[in-house]
Structures are given as C-alpha cells and as structure tokens.
C-alpha cells in the first residue's frame, strides 16, 4: 500500500481500520484533493470550457423525471442514427454546478456520437439534506430508460447507448451497469458498454472513511450500489481507467474491479493514464487522440 510522504511516524502506532490503513491513510486515500494540488485551477478551467463549447455549439435540455433535477443536456451529432455517450458527473456525490460537465462533448460530437450530460439529486455534504444515494441511482436509471425510448428524437440509437462516469460518477456508472435490469421490467438489457474512470466499486471502504459523514446507506444499499457484489449482472463491455498519480485507494479499486470482470469472462479493458492525477486523467477526453479518447472511440465502435 502506498502511503503519503506526510504521514507522520505517530500513524504506524495507530490501529488499522482497512487492510494495512490507518483512519488518517483511509482518509486520506479517499479524498482525492489531497493528491491533485492543482484542482481548484483544472475546476475553473473545465466552466471555462463548458460555456466556450455552449457559445458555439448545438445544446438543448430535456426532462427525463418528474423532479426538476432529472434533466439531460444534449449535445447532439450531425448523423442520424448515431451512438449515444451519457456522461455522469462526479463530484463526492454532492452539489455540482448545473454549467459543468460539457468540456468534452466537442470530441464525442466531432467523433459522431451524441454527447448527452446527466443531471440529477446530490448529496448534503453536511450530512442534513433528505437526499439518499437510492435517489441518484433511481434517477439515473430513469435517464437511461428515457433514452432508450427517445434516442430518435434527436437522431440517436437507442440500441447504441454508452454510459461513462469518473470518480463517484464512475460509481454511479458501476452501479448503473450492475442494476437488475430484467427485474425493472426491461426486456433488454439497456446498456451497449460503459466506461468506469476513476471510480468506486465496492463501497465498504469508502462508508469507513470520512465520507461516511454524509453518505449513509443501509446494509442492503451498500450491497445493491456496489458493483463488485454484483458482477453477474454486468452484460456489456467495460473500459475501467484510473490515473498513475491517484491515490492508492482509486488505483486498488480499479485494478481490482478490473480483475474480476475478466475473471468472469465479461469483456473488459482497463487503462492507466499515466502522469494524471485524478482529475487530469478524464480531462484528457479533451484531446480526441489521448490513450483515453481513442479506447472510447474503440469500444463506441467509432473512427475518428
């Protein structure tokens, strides 16, 4: 286990909570600022771009539920009938600014797919808000539903839907590929491929850090929303990518979530992003010829 340069010689008296983890190393392992001291500044570059790319481009918003949350922001591609990339916002799972998270529909739309953004109900990271991460699980769901059955209004496929997320959006898309479709009523699964960057898939760890102080989950929770219980329920393919300068956490659980996909024959690729850090590592989906846009463009079945 990698642990922080700061971590002082009082830490290896402490108990483990988690594996070799102290409390301060699993908290520290879990908060993802601690390793990206340039986050504050990548955070106001990526608005920047959100609102350049809306000056110039085709977008529109649609409802997909009945709270004033569940809306999805389109960014639609010239070609009928073309793929559909749903991307889901992370953040802690907590409040996110509406005008984020469109800084790199340009390179899906350029590529020939329709680049749709995600919005829904978020956590109260002061632990006092009624939200419960079922709500943002049922809400997602229902945007992938809604997009299986209205695709063609904008020109999409609705048998060609791909789901990606990074960080707790990278959760949240775990869990949207491990979801019991056929127990909804679905008769297909909805889901073409996904793409799991940077993110959290068994969930036990994280309720022992300090996230714990406002994401509460009930026992029968933790087991629905982690993904790594439920494998047997994934049917598409799955890129998982993680950054070569996140924290040992964020690398253990993606290389193992990884692991276990392949070990059940699910086809799955995993991809390190060398030199990024944990936010730099999506923000590179900006540069249509990245290791990470190229994989996406493979799985998508897209050139470009």
């Known amino acids: 286990m990698e642990l922080s340069a700061s971590a002082g010689s009082d830490a290896k008296a402490a108990p483990k909570v988690f594996l070799d983890y102290t409390q301060d190393e699993l908290d520290r392992a879990y908060d993802q600022q601690v390793w990206a001291s340039n986050f504050k500044e990548l955070r106001k570059e990526s608005f920047a771009r959100c609102e350049e790319l809306r000056r110039r481009m085709r977008h529109f918003e649609v409802s997909y539920g009945p709270s004033p949350e569940e809306t999805l922001e389109i960014l639609p591609t010239a070609r009928q009938g073309a793929p559909v990339h749903l991307f889901i916002h992370g953040g802690r799972w907590a409040y996110q600014p509406d005008t984020a998270f469109i800084w790199y529909a340009d390179t899906m739309v350029d590529a020939g797919a329709h680049f749709v953004a995600a919005r829904f109900t978020t956590l109260d990271p002061e632990g006092q808000g009624p939200e419960r991460m079922a709500d943002m699980v049922a809400q997602l769901r229902r945007a992938i539903l809604w997009l299986r059955d209205n695709a063609g209004s904008f020109g999409g496929d609705p048998e060609q839907i791909h789901v990606m997320g990074c960080s707790s959006g990278g959760h949240l898309t775990s869990a949207m590929l ?127």
Not at 225 to 240: G, K, Q, T, Y
Request: charged letters at 25%; a neutral charge; one cysteine or more.
């Open 178 to 304: 491990a979801t019991d479709w056929a127990g909804l009523g679905c008769d297909r699964y909805p889901i073409k491929s996904g793409f799991c960057i940077s993110g959290m898939y068994e969930l036990h760890p994280v309720l022992l850090s300090w996230r714990s102080n406002y994401v509460k989950l009930t026992e029968a929770e933790k087991d629905a929303f982690s993904a790594m219980r439920h494998l047997d329920r994934i049917e598409c393919p799955v890129l998982v990518a993680w950054g070569s300068r996140e924290s040992p956490e964020f690398k253990r659980q993606g290389g193992e979530f990884a692991a276990a996909l392949r070990a059940r024959k699910t086809p799955c690729s995993e991809l390190l992003l060398e030199g990024c850090n944990h936010f730099e590592g999506v923000r590179t989906m900006m540069e249509s010829t990245s290791p990470l846009a190229q994989a996406v463009f493979r799985q998508m079945g897209l050139v470009a």
